[in-house]
């Protein structure tokens, strides 16, 4: 049997475990993902002790991620992002990837979103904001960054391929002509608050909300209200996951039955 997994602290609520496994039964795959909680100072001997088990394959998230960079041969994306979401244990040594950025793509591109040459407004500028600015800056929109500390916003942006950073002022003028815009911040979690002034939203803007407690944020709603795209972050959960998946296995993943697996559970 193979056994894939997450490492995190902590992981108990997480919901990748019925995801991939859904993909497993659908896959005809004999495998299992399990969820392990290592001590924060033990993140290197946990990654040794997996591929030595021969474990496949894991997922990283919080506290970890960034740590998981100094263990593992990290690829470009991840090295750039200062990120590690997913390793695999494949090759001679352990690689590692982060499939965040490639998952919240996927997930505009699920939706009919063009990112090419969209203009792009990412608002928030922690680890999330930061893989999603990469992502659609290599996916050739022209992103700003607005966060709430304005210093965050241009130290990211300094670094993303012709992006430019700003605070959270001036919100309205900024959307008038976007084409898509993100909310990568905390804002609208287990709460009715919205990073975005409602006025500010308008029917040409697809919005990705990163939340997914609630689905349907107030960003969501206010949005759909004006007759936008929205796209909420059950779909960014899902194709990091698929992603994941698919550099494990190197087969299709089975998109609908992990959607499927994680929404009942949301
Ligand atoms: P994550 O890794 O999930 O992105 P994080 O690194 O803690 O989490 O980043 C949280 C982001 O949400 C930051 O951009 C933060 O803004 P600051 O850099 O100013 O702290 C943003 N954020 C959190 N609470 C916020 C609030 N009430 N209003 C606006 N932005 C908020």
Redesign the pocket.
């Known amino acids: 049997m193979d056994v894939f997994g997450l490492v995190g602290n902590p992981v108990g609520h997480s919901l990748s475990p019925p995801m991939h496994e859904a993909a497993y039964d659908e896959l005809a795959i004999d495998a299992r993902y399990v969820t392990f909680e290592p001590a924060p100072d033990e993140l290197e001997a946990a990654i040794r002790g997996a591929d030595a088990l021969g474990v496949c394959g894991l997922n990283v998230t919080i506290p970890f991620k960034q740590d998981a960079l100094e263990v593992v041969a990290a690829d470009e994306l991840a090295r750039r992002i200062g990120a590690v979401n997913t390793i695999d244990f494949s090759g001679d040594e352990p690689t590692g990837h982060n499939t965040d950025a490639v998952g919240a793509l996927r997930a505009l591109r699920d939706h009919d979103v063009t990112l090419e040459g969209a203009d792009a407004v990412v608002v928030?500028?922690?680890?999330?904001?930061r893989a999603i600015a990469f992502g659609l800056a290599d996916a050739d929109a022209s992103v700003t960054i607005a966060?709430?500390?304005p210093s965050?916003a241009h130290a990211l942006a300094e670094e993303v391929p012709g992006a430019v950073g700003q605070g959270?002022e001036g919100l309205e003028d900024l959307l008038a002509d976007a084409d898509v815009l993100v909310n990568?911040?905390?804002?609208g979690m287990e709460e009715d608050a919205t990073?975005v002034p409602a006025e500010a939203l308008h029917g040409e803007l697809a919005v990705l909300d990163a939340v997914y407690r609630p689905l349907e944020t107030r960003l969501l709603r206010e949005a759909a209200s004006v007759g936008a795209t929205t796209v909420d972050g059950a779909w960014m959960l899902l194709y990091q996951g698929v992603e994941a998946l698919e550099l494990w296995t190197d087969r299709d993943a089975p998109v609908d039955a992990m959607n499927e697996a994680l929404r009942s559970r949301l």
Request: aromatic share 0%.
């Open positions: 928030g500028a922690g680890g999330a904001g966060n709430r500390t965050k959270l990568a911040t905390s804002v990073p």
